[in-house]
């Protein structure tokens, strides 16, 4: 299970590579709170999503928090405390500044990487090796960045099949990365019933996920693209993560 937190950052959002929305996705205020369980009825934990404006080196920027951590019986056999932070232009999207701390049963990291964008080049300090990298780069999206990016392009005129592909800055590596579009579903959730639309990353297989292609999306089809359920194949059992609290939302949230 210790990549599981990590992955939620790294899938839950889709978009397509297309001209912007005239109406912005989200904006300063926003809060998402999700329900992390294990094969659908034990409680595995918690995800925060959270955005504000910020200033960084005297530019106005939007800062986002993403927050996770385990609880209950799933705590005592593996403990999840992560911590993942960006700063990113409020117009590209491009980000400035991106820090990382987890804490996976006892597997630890510590990382902060600055993206100089004129150089094309992002720098690392890892304050858990104590070692310091550049990596060169180009139109790349860090873990939380890419979370917002996509979701503010327009993904109203795909088809089922057509996958989407974005290069994610990741551990001082870039990482190509793909979603793939399911198709639309009415999902019955607990705010109501809502239109959705369903993606399926295309992922490495690992020591966690049994096969590419084990992780499914639901995201409402409306002007927010907010990512409302999550369902994962772990190699033992399934994880899912469900959309449980929201504010600030930059949109009417359409419910049925």
């Not at 327009?154 to 990482?175: L, N, P, R």
């Not at 607990?190 to 292609?213: C, D, H, W, Y």
């Amino acid at each position: 299970m210790k990549k599981y937190i990590l992955l939620f950052f790294t899938f839950f959002f889709c978009a397509a590579l297309s001209s912007q929305e005239k109406s912005k996705a989200f904006k300063s205020g926003e809060r998402l709170r999700y329900k992390m369980s294990y094969s659908g009825f034990l409680r595995a934990g918690t995800a925060i999503l959270e955005v504000d404006e910020k200033e960084l080196n005297g530019k106005k920027v939007f800062h986002t928090k993403g927050s996770g951590w385990t609880s209950g019986m799933i705590k005592w056999f593996f403990e999840v405390d992560d911590k993942y932070e960006s700063y990113f232009d409020k117009d590209t999207i491009k980000p400035y500044l991106f820090k990382r701390k987890i804490n996976e049963g006892g597997y630890k990291k510590h990382r902060i990487t600055s993206f100089n964008h004129v150089s094309n080049r992002a720098y690392t300090q890892d304050f858990t090796l104590q070692k310091d990298t550049s990596v060169a780069f180009l139109n790349v999206q860090d873990m939380l960045s890419s979370f917002y990016y996509l979701r503010g392009r327009d993904v109203k005129s795909m088809k089922k099949g057509e996958e989407i592909a974005i290069d994610m800055f990741m551990d001082s590596q870039v990482y190509p990365f793909k979603l793939r579009f399911l198709g639309r579903e009415l999902l019955k959730t607990k705010f109501g019933k809502i239109n959705t639309m369903i993606f399926r990353p295309l992922v490495q297989s690992g020591r966690i996920f049994k096969a590419q292609e084990s992780v499914t999306l639901w995201i409402t089809d409306d002007a927010n693209k907010i990512p409302i359920k999550m369902k994962a194949d772990l190699a033992v059992g399934s994880l899912r993560a469900d959309l449980e609290q929201y504010k600030g939302l930059a949109n009417p949230f359409i419910k049925k």
